[in-house]
């Protein structure tokens, strides 16, 4: 979650940068309109209008737009929010179905579910590379939860965020 927001000025910068060019391509086309279908006020020596050409830039610099914004920026909210209200503390909770084979294209998963005592169930899915590389740090929360799946009598206490899913703390309950 720390790195996604990280990107976000990043994500800022590209948004203010792209609106001039949004903004510029729909004056184009609006002026490229009305030049083609009202006299010309002025001398017959202004440049030819071109509203398919402007039309067309301004359809691709607002496609371009909407979808960085959609597809880049869909993350943000999420991720504001929950570093917002932080996570959510649960106790007595269940790990099941631990799946370390979980095969996506070219990158493998771990796929596990934890389950508090009235049955409410979160699905969490890691890349195995991301665990590997946390499970050498001590109290490193997946680290502890991996270990709580892998004892099926185990039940832990976490703390995770809602909305992204992450599991910010967790301590084996005795």
């Given at each position: 979650m720390r790195a996604k927001l990280a990107t976000l000025p990043l994500?800022?910068?590209?948004?203010?940068?792209?609106v001039p060019i949004v903004w510029a391509?729909?004056?184009w086309m609006v002026r490229d309109i009305l030049r083609r279908f009202l006299l010309p006020a002025r001398g017959?020596?202004?440049?030819?209008?071109?509203?398919?050409?402007?039309?067309?830039?301004?359809?691709?610099?607002a496609s371009a737009f909407a979808f960085a914004y959609a597809d880049l920026g869909a993350g943000y909210l999420p991720a504001l929010q929950d570093w917002?209200?932080?996570?959510?503390h649960y106790e007595g909770l269940t790990c099941q179905n631990l799946d370390e084979k979980s095969v996506?294209?070219?990158?493998?998963?771990?796929?596990?579910?934890?389950?508090?005592?009235n049955g409410v169930m979160w699905s969490f899915?890691?890349?195995?590379s991301d665990l590997r590389a946390v499970s050498?740090?001590?109290?490193?929360?997946?680290?502890?939860?991996?270990?709580?799946c892998r004892i099926p009598t185990m039940t832990l206490d976490a703390s995770i965020y809602p909305r992204t899913g992450?599991?910010?703390?967790a301590s084996v309950r005795q």
């Open positions: 994500f800022a910068l590209l948004c203010i940068g792209w391509s729909l004056r017959r020596h202004a440049r030819a209008p071109h509203p398919g050409v402007a039309t067309a830039a301004f359809v691709l610099s917002w209200e932080g996570p959510t996506s294209r070219r990158r493998v998963f771990s796929t596990f579910e934890l389950v508090d005592s899915k890691i890349a195995r050498t740090r001590l109290g490193h929360p997946y680290t502890t939860v991996l270990t709580a992450i599991i910010a703390e």
